[in-house]
């Protein structure tokens, strides 16, 4: 049995916008990575993670690092 893997691209623009966040928010240990294709012209990559420490560890900050300049 082949295990699935679940992967996408990111070009260096957004790797250095994900690079600056993880700079600038040093106090947020975990960062997720989620893409969609919901737009119809390209995919629409977002970074989910937890800036307010809170004790439910629910994610409450989105930054859209989406690079429109590939559609």
Known sequence: MTKVKNQ???NRQ???KLAKMAAHFKE???FTLEENNNS???PTVV???NLFNDDDKDI???V???DV???
């Open 8 to 10: 996408f691209c990111l």
């Open 64 to 66: 859209d690092i989406t």
């Open 14 to 16: 957004q790797i250095e």
């Open 69 to 71: 300049s590939t559609w």
């Open 60 to 62: 409450d900050t989105t």
């Open 47 to 49: 970074v989910k993670f």
């Open 28 to 30: 947020v240990e975990w």
């Open 40 to 42: 119809g012209i390209g």
